[in-house]
């Protein structure tokens, strides 16, 4: 716990001191017992709430829920989709489910009994290949060809590694929709972007995430398309872009990006640095104006003031905890681009058929 905190009760700027207790969590009506790691004000003694101390203990009351009722925990989730060589999205919709319940259940939200018995067959080969006959039509041709061989291994006994192409780590998006602003995940341009904002100063890992969704949000709302083809998750300090952790290890492994201690009178923090140059040949002209513009119009901000601006933004307010957020919310756009002519955003839909409504979501 490095971040300082601002307590509410005292109104001090503190790193909380850390205290565990047993304490017990409603989890779908039921009492669930956990050894929580609770943050107090050191000043005055008050309890604070800390997001990851809290996201932490929520998941072992989640953990501990699954092992009672025998619910499949995220990791067994992933393991089993990726015998199939399928992606989040396209096993959610051979499944039958909406495009991004999977996603949501592998990111840790509890998953309801219907669907972890659906998860619980789908272990047999033999079921899936009824699900695609009966939802074959929600995937695209190559999708439905990857998992043909993926079954065909699997009942020929193979290991399923055979023929899962696990190329890289990511579970790289073939779509392009709201979620990743009309745009394939660039994941190379991605990292651009990070080396980009990590070579301003102070540039605190939570207002790096903020730039990010600004700059590719704000491309959207001019151009009709995102940056980095990225989408962005609600997470309560703000939006934050989806593999975020793994490429930010890639960045430091490779040594393109450092991180380093600062320390301020009562509190220490870490700021990324970086430790080569842009390769602005990733960019368009206009993207790199963007970039720039947003560098320009925010990056002198504090972490926990581009935050705060963050949660005034209709597109994290409006979607739900760890949920993707849909670029349409570009649109509203509050802390950059907000005095933009109308009349270039209502072009934006012409092009191409309409997006899913977000706030229908
Ligand atoms: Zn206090």
């Known amino acids: 716990m490095k971040t300082p905190l601002e307590c509410f009760e005292c109104g001090h700027l503190v790193t909380p001191t850390i205290e565990e207790r047993i304490e017990v969590l409603p989890v779908r009506g039921e009492d669930v017992e956990v050894c929580a790691r609770v943050g107090v004000c050191p000043h005055c003694g008050v309890d604070m709430s800390v ?92 999708q439905r060809a990857k998992l043909e061989v993926a079954l065909g291994a699997l009942e020929a006994g193979g290991t399923a590694s055979d023929a899962c192409s696990c190329e890289d780590r990511f579970v790289v998006r073939e779509e392009q929709d709201a979620y990743g602003g009309w745009r394939k995940l660039e994941v190379s341009k991605l990292r651009e972007m990070m080396i980009f904002f990590a070579r301003l100063p102070e540039m605190f890992p939570t207002k790096l995430n903020k730039l990010l969704f600004y700059a590719d949000f704000l491309h959207f709302k001019r151009h009709g398309v995102s940056i980095s083809g990225s989408p962005y998750l609600a997470f309560p300090y ?45 960019f368009t002209a206009e993207e790199l104006e963007t970039l720039q513009e947003v560098a320009t119009g925010l990056a002198g901000l504090t972490a926990s003031r581009i935050a705060e601006l963050s949660h005034k933004e209709a ?26 002519d109308q009349a270039d955003v209502s072009t934006l839909d012409v092009t191409r058929e309409a997006p899913p409504n977000p706030a229908a979501r």
């Open 238 to 282: 703000g939006p934050v872009p989806d593999h975020y952790g793994t490429i930010r290890a890639d960045l430091c492994e490779s040594g393109a990006l450092a991180t380093r201690e600062v320390y301020g009178p009562d509190w220490g923090g870490e700021i990324l640095t970086a430790e080569r140059a842009v390769d602005k040949d990733l």
């Open 51 to 142: 997001t990851e101390l809290d996201e932490a203990t929520l998941i072992t009351a989640f953990n501990t829920y699954r092992q009672r009722h025998g619910l499949l925990a995220p990791e067994e989730m992933v393991r089993l989709r990726e015998r199939y060589g399928l992606g989040q999205r396209a096993f959610s919709l051979l499944l039958g489910w909406g495009e991004i319940t999977l996603h949501r259940y592998e990111s840790g939200s509890l998953q309801d009994a219907a669907h972890n018995a659906q998860l619980r067959m789908a272990a047999d080969p033999a079921n899936v290949r009824i699900l695609l006959e009966a939802n074959g039509h929600r995937l695209t041709v190559r």
């Open 315 to 340: 597109a994290w307010s409006n979607t739900p905890h760890r949920d993707m957020i849909s670029y349409e919310w570009a649109k509203e756009l509050k802390a950059i681009g907000a005095d933009d």
